[in-house]
């Protein structure tokens, strides 16, 4: 019976793909302002009653008793202790005596928003994740997990010092730039995974909807309050704990947190975010 | 019933029940099958785009080789195949298909 069902949904993705298969189109020059233009029109076309800076609340903007639970759940927030452990984490001196402030412009406060950056040094996409990381490294520290506990607690804090700044992701003139947003692009698009879904299968074509009990945040915005407690996860995550579960549910493989797809992934959701303030730590169902 | 009904019947009967009579899966058919499952994910995997459930089902596989229930670690097997097969698929078609979802 199992693999029946294995067989059946297997075929029924072929099928689907073979009806949704576009026919092959000339190559483009990525417009990535047009794109965010396009973007956020989308979303506030599908939503006229939300203002731009709303989308950011995620699914407490689509649903009128869940903000309401908002607004009281933020009166005493369940990120808070994550934030605190953050600041404390932050103004600690490594071993070497160097502390994070050394590894970031501005000291590392209030400058969230800023990233991911394009290195253009590496040719890559840098993530505020992969930053604290390097940083650590360089100053003789273990990594810490990419997905949740100390890592969480870290962006928690300078999303915190960052909170009201809109999102200004830059995309330097450099073609290596142009091809990581469009990596990033194509990811966010592609059907993956035995369900056959995109990131925008939900956060594009369903966000306000349910699925199961949960009610699917638009991506305008998705990552403006990242890292969040979930309600689900029981903790805090980060934005690698949010696209590795996202693949998973759709039974895909996850990618490596910090894979060069994540990091573009991030890249361009952020960039067509740009605008919208920084939020998190958020909470969330 | 005519004798040509009944004929009729007893061949529908016979192909009916064929598969019943096949020979038991040998360990060099769970091998063979097993490797060619194998060969699929890890084409997948090149690909980005391994499904969990074809992890699961070649699992699933050498656990009933294991206990030397190799009908199913054959069956398993075949069905860990189809499942990466139709993972690359995917990612194939994709490589194009994903401009459908683009807002634009």
């Known amino acids: 019976m199992r693999s029946a069902i294995h067989l059946a949904s297997a075929a029924l993705a072929l099928a689907a793909l073979a009806f949704t298969a576009a026919p092959s189109a000339a190559a483009e020059t990525p417009d990535p302002t047009a794109d965010a233009k396009a973007f956020q029109n989308y979303f506030t076309q599908k939503f006229p009653k939300l203002k731009l800076e709303d989308f950011v609340n995620g699914p407490y903007s ?6 309401k639970q908002w607004e ?20 600690k001196p490594f ?40 940083c650590r490294e360089a100053n003789g520290e273990a990594p810490f997990s990419y997905v949740k506990d100390e890592m969480a607690a870290l962006t928690a804090y300078m999303a915190f010092t960052s909170r009201g700044k ?25 059907r993956r995974g ?22 699917l945040a638009p991506a305008l915005g998705i990552l403006n309050a990242m890292p969040i407690y979930r309600s689900e996860w029981g903790g805090m995550g980060t934005i690698s704990r949010r696209f590795t579960t996202c693949n998973s549910q759709i039974r895909g493989v996850p990618l490596d947190p910090q894979a060069d797809e994540y990091r573009d992934l991030e890249y361009y959701l952020s960039y067509v975010s740009n605008g919208l303030p920084i939020s998190g730590p958020g909470a969330r169902p | 019933m005519s004798k040509m009904a009944t004929s009729a019947l007893a061949s529908i009967l016979l192909i009916a029940g064929a598969p019943s009579v096949r020979a038991a899966s040998s360990e060099a058919d769970f091998k063979a099958a097993y490797a060619a499952a194998e060969a699929a994910n890890k084409q997948a995997g090149l690909l980005r785009d ?7 089902t070649v699992a699933a596989a050498k656990k009933a080789a294991d206990s030397g229930d190799f009908d199913a670690a054959v069956a398993s097997s075949r069905e860990a195949e189809a499942l990466a097969k139709a993972s690359i698929f995917q990612a194939t078609s994709e490589k194009e298909a994903w401009k459908a979802l683009e807002i634009r």
Request: proline content about 7%; charged content about 25%.
């Open chain 1, 62 to 67: 689509m649903n009128e008793d869940m903000h």
């Open chain 1, 72 to 91: 009281e759940k933020e009166q005493f927030p369940p990120y808070d202790f994550s934030l605190d452990l953050g600041k404390e984490m932050f103004s």
């Open chain 1, 95 to 134: 071993k070497n005596g160097k502390s994070y402030a050394d590894c970031f412009p501005n000291g590392g406060i209030g400058i969230r928003q800023d990233y991911p950056i394009f290195d253009q040094k590496e040719g890559k996409v840098v993530t505020l994740e992969l930053a604290l990381n390097r």
């Open chain 1, 166 to 190: 809109p999102f200004d992701i830059k995309i330097p003139n450099d073609p290596r730039a142009l091809e990581a947003y469009q990596n990033g692009k194509r990811y966010f698009y592609t």
């Open chain 1, 194 to 215: 035995q369900l056959n879904f995109s990131c925008a299968s939900c956060h594009v074509q369903n966000p306000g909807e349910r699925i199961r009990a949960e009610i």
């Open chain 2, 50 to 56: 391994q499904w969990t459930t074809t992890a699961a």
